[in-house]
């Protein structure tokens, strides 16, 4: 059913976290290295994440590397149900602090549902602390999954309605897992 998917990857990047604030957590993989280690890897990721590019509101390297710090530990957090540190809530909560948010009016399921709106002030941090609390407040954490893979740093938000999804992506470590296990029974049976 799955198949693999060119869309996982944009400009070499990983995109396949199912959520922004899970695609920033995955900016750094172990097999490719920081893709946020200059102030260019971090525009041209905020450009693959259709952020806004412009260099004046994008924070600095060490405030952006302290969020995603903050949110990879909150994501094993929420995966696992322990507690999260102060700091990490406190550097979220001072990013929502400076984004202007609004209530907003939708019909949605046959009832009236009300939302709060960011206006997108606050610059792409904030855009990313904004989506994690979205998926706090509307989202299961037991949908929280590693890459299946033990050498794959990934992770993701298992969206598939039966909630069996083991791999960030089939193109890079599903088919590998497929190829590797072929390999096997074929050399099962012809030791056998
Ligand atoms: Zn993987």
């Known amino acids: 059913m799955n198949t693999p998917q060119d ?18 957590v ?60 102060p700091g990490d809530l406190a550097r979220l909560n001072g990013l929502l602090a400076a984004q202007a948010t609004h209530p907003h009016l939708e019909w949605r399921d046959g009832t009236l549902k009300v939302e709060e709106r960011s206006s997108g002030g606050g610059g792409p941090l ?13 989202h299961e954490p037991a949908r929280l999954r590693h890459c299946a893979n033990p050498e794959c740093s990934l992770v993701f938000y298992d969206t598939a309605r039966n909630g069996t999804r083991r791999w960030c992506s089939m193109a890079a470590c599903g088919n590998r897992h497929k190829v590797r296990s072929h390999r096997m029974r074929v050399a099962a049976v012809s030791s056998s």
Request: aromatic share 10%.
């Open 7 to 24: 869309s996982d990857f944009r400009d070499g990047m990983p995109f396949l976290g199912s959520r922004l604030w899970i695609d920033f």
């Open 26 to 85: 995955n900016s750094a993989p172990v097999a490719l290295g920081d893709f946020l280690a200059t102030a260019e890897g971090w525009q041209r990721w905020r450009a693959a994440a259709r952020l806004d590019t412009d260099k004046a509101g994008a924070g600095d390297l060490a405030a952006t590397h302290a969020l995603r710090g903050s949110l990879s530990r909150l994501f094993e957090n929420l995966m696992s149900g322990t507690a999260p540190q």
């Open 126 to 138: 904030a855009a990313i602390a904004a989506d994690f609390v979205d998926f706090a407040a509307h």
